[in-house]
């Protein structure tokens, strides 16, 4: 079992509408994490992080934890073309992080 | 305010060859973490810098090396380089070894020829 899991995808929503990520990490002991979103090619780029159980809402994405369930989501909410990228889940425990291979998402005009 | 910087952008190597790739962290953060991201996958951690130690390593070989400068600034040194290096290889700046949010540079691509 991977210590981060995640859909691979592809994940395709029309425009406008909500894109739902999902994450599930095996540490127990983890203590913050973090979605980056990656555009082909390109280096990963933060969008999200949260520390604390439920939700945390910035602009279009909202970030949801649950401990309890280790189980971390982003919501993108009125999808844009421009947000066609592979999501990547990451979780950070005594300094490390540790990735997901991440989720590719399409947004279909 | 300058973000993470990393150099070369790309190279090519062959096997058994050296290659060092460097990096300078944002302003303001003083640890620097090194992945490695094939393609497809998540990027996988190499090791992190503080201090100008190495504080912890993810599962990679010895021939994985790095060091960090006073300035924090940092290199990934890789010898005896196999096909199976070529890759994309990102440095992550942070403040401190706590939980905060790390910020990557745009990369190097290693082909291993």
């Known amino acids: 079992q991977k210590e981060v899991e995640q859909n691979s995808g592809p994940l395709s929503v029309p425009e406008g509408a909500i894109a739902s990520l999902n994450c599930t990490y095996s540490d127990r002991g983890s203590q913050s994490f973090f979605w980056y979103r990656q555009y082909s090619g390109k280096s990963p780029e933060l969008i999200m992080f949260i520390y604390s159980n439920g939700d945390k809402e910035d602009g279009r994405f909202t970030a949801q934890l649950n401990k309890a369930s280790q189980y971390v989501s982003l919501l993108i909410r009125d999808s844009q073309p421009s947000d066609s990228a592979t999501y990547l889940c990451?979780?950070?425990?005594?300094?490390?992080?540790?990735f997901g291979d991440g989720t590719t998402l399409t947004v279909k005009p | 305010d300058a973000g993470v910087t990393q150099s070369p952008t790309h190279l090519i190597k062959t096997r058994g060859q050296q290659v060092t790739l460097r990096c300078s962290p944002k302003?303001?953060?003083?640890?620097v973490s090194w992945y490695q991201q094939a393609l497809g996958q998540g990027p996988q951690f190499i090791f992190q810098?503080?201090?100008?130690?190495?504080?912890q390593r993810g599962n990679f070989p010895d021939r994985f090396s790095g060091h960090q400068y006073p300035n924090y600034s940092s290199e990934l040194n890789v010898n005896a380089l196999l096909l199976g290096d070529s890759a994309l290889y990102l440095c992550a700046s942070s403040l401190g070894l706590g939980t905060g949010v790390q910020y990557f540079g745009a990369g190097t691509r290693l082909s291993v020829l």
């Open positions: 990451a979780v950070r425990s005594a300094g490390k992080s540790t």
């Open positions: 302003s303001g953060h003083d640890t």
């Open positions: 810098y503080y201090e100008e130690e190495e504080r």
